[in-house]
């Protein structure tokens, strides 16, 4: 008798595979299945049952709070199964909606807390007590960090949707952090974060912020990958000219989300490029509009003719940038003009444009290729999405719809395997 299965024949070549798949595989299957389903693998073999309760990964999505009814009772199918599990966890997904769950002591190393409620909900300060976390993501809930909150072993940190607690100043200590994201946050200036290691910061949305949550010279000057959105790069602009970057950073790309153009950004961006001497990619995810008047228009046109020794200085190391969303604007086209003239090590230039008709594609096209280079090596790439000649484009398309077709065929083969082990335990 196999040991896969209670009445399971050997010869059986499909059942045969199933006993013979590596526990790496029967964590993925489990891990795919409702937990519901997954908890009762547990009863087909002493394999299955040893792959369940060593199962590195735990997931109580909203699929799982809808086979429970709301409160203790799933409170108590929780700890039961942190209970009775023996291995290490590894990732722990909890979808809090009407549930006050507290988090035990089980080393769990990622936490991803995400609460789909009308109001926001208060986390329990026991969960800042989880000195094993190396990530932790907050989405949509109010965070209170007790003052000298610490998490020795957290490298990744993402705040999304989340209120901070302000009744008062606290002081956060990440001694490890090496990613921090803000989106949509609220109040994350009531909080003074340490972070020495910090090399990723991504800050979108962030309307509150005006970067008084850590000291921007110390953080910026460690720094490798900088996020930023046009609110946050204006917050950016109105810290005080000498508390801004008085010493080299050490940004090695530079993302712009969502940028509206304006004199008063653009000049901030220019600070942020200037003083940084190895950033070699610039990323601007979109350009927005600038102010529908003729007179912001050229106003912002006629300061950046007369800055060029400076935008000169902040794009000198440049060698890749990327524009997403491009539409094809007098705007952009015209800081597109700007980039090319200024970048003596430019190799690359992507521009992703937005769906438009091929003829006005192609005349855009044609017009940026007429563009002066200030490199000789400069490549502009040129994605449009409809057209099959972009490689690259249409390779990353195939990828996304492979993989998705992938994960569709392993949840599908993930099924049936459970369906002939079910059948062959009781038939």
Not at 98 to 112: A, D
Request: hydrophobic share 40%; charged share 20%.
């Amino acid at each position: 008798m196999s040991g896969c299965g209670r009445r399971m024949v050997s010869s059986d070549p499909s059942k045969s595979i199933i006993c013979e798949l590596p526990t790496e595989i029967l964590h993925r299957i489990l891990e795919l299945m409702p937990i519901k389903y997954a908890a009762r693998t547990s009863t087909l073999s002493k394999q299955w049952s040893q792959s369940w309760y060593m199962l590195p990964r735990l997931v109580f999505d909203n699929l799982f709070f809808q086979y429970v009814s709301i409160g203790d009772s799933a409170t108590r199918i929780i700890r039961k199964i942190l209970m009775q599990h023996t291995g290490p966890i590894l990732g722990f997904i909890l979808f809090l909606k009407h549930t006050n769950y507290l988090i035990s002591n089980h080393g769990i190393q990622k936490l991803t807390l995400d609460v789909a409620n009308d109001e926001l909900y208060t986390l329990p300060e026991n969960i800042f007590t989880c000195v094993a976390l190396t990530h932790l993501k907050l989405s949509r809930c109010i965070v209170k960090f007790p003052n000298g909150t610490q998490f020795p072993n957290l490298v990744s940190l993402q705040l999304e949707d989340a209120a901070i607690d302000r009744l008062k100043q606290t002081t956060l200590i990440l001694p490890m952090l090496k990613t921090l994201e803000l989106k949509f946050c609220d109040d994350v200036d009531y909080v003074h974060i340490v972070s020495p290691k910090l090399v990723n910061l991504s800050m979108l949305s962030s309307y509150t912020i005006t970067f008084k949550c850590f000291n921007v010279n110390l953080i910026f000057r460690k720094i490798k990958h900088l996020c930023l959105d046009g609110t946050s790069l204006k917050n950016l602009e109105s810290v005080p000219m000498p508390d801004r970057f008085d010493v080299s950073l050490n940004l090695q790309s530079l993302k712009i989300c969502d940028l509206k153009i304006s004199v008063k950004r653009i000049i901030c961006a220019l600070c942020l490029l200037q003083n940084s001497p190895n950033l070699i990619e610039l990323d601007i995810d979109e350009i927005v509009k600038v102010d529908k008047t003729v007179y912001h228009t050229t106003e912002l046109f006629d300061y950046l003719s007369k800055v060029e020794k400076e935008v000169s200085e902040a794009l000198t190391m440049i060698r890749t940038v990327r524009l997403g969303k491009f539409k094809g604007t007098s705007t952009e086209m015209y800081l597109i003009q700007v980039i090319l003239a200024h970048s003596p090590k430019l190799e690359r230039m992507i521009i992703q444009h937005k769906v438009q008709k091929p003829e006005r594609c192609n005349k855009i096209l044609k017009e940026l290729i007429s563009y002066y280079r200030a490199s000789l090596n400069a490549e502009i790439k040129y994605i449009r999405p409809i057209q099959l000649s972009v490689t690259t484009y249409w390779s990353s398309e195939i990828i996304l719809y492979f993989n998705q077709y992938v994960e569709s065929a392993v949840q599908i083969y993930c099924r049936i395997c459970f369906i002939l082990l079910y059948f062959s335990s009781v038939g």
